[in-house]
């Protein structure tokens, strides 16, 4: 209905809101927090920063548990329209 032009202005006023800011992440190990991470990082290139916040886990520690972050599908299907 709106047309991609719609669209292409709502992510570009969001990337501006997050131009050159620093982001603070909690629960980026979940569902939902990686696919906001991703969005941010696919959609607002002039973020200064991103920290993400990761506790250790049912005996995994948060090193670990950023790899999960990455291994998982989203990044994955990102990659294939790189």
Do not use: H
């Not at 005996?59 to 294939?80: G, H, M, S, T």
């Amino acid at each position: 209905m709106f047309g991609l032009g719609f669209e292409d202005q709502k992510f570009s006023r969001v990337a501006d809101f997050y131009d050159g800011k620093t982001v603070f992440v909690t629960g980026a190990a979940g569902f939902i927090g990686a696919i906001l991470l991703e969005t941010l990082l696919r959609c607002c290139p002039g973020i200064k920063s991103i920290y993400i916040l990761l506790r250790s886990k049912k005996n995994v520690q948060p090193e670990a548990r950023k790899e999960q972050i990455f291994d998982k599908k989203v990044w994955k299907q990102e990659l294939l329209y790189i």
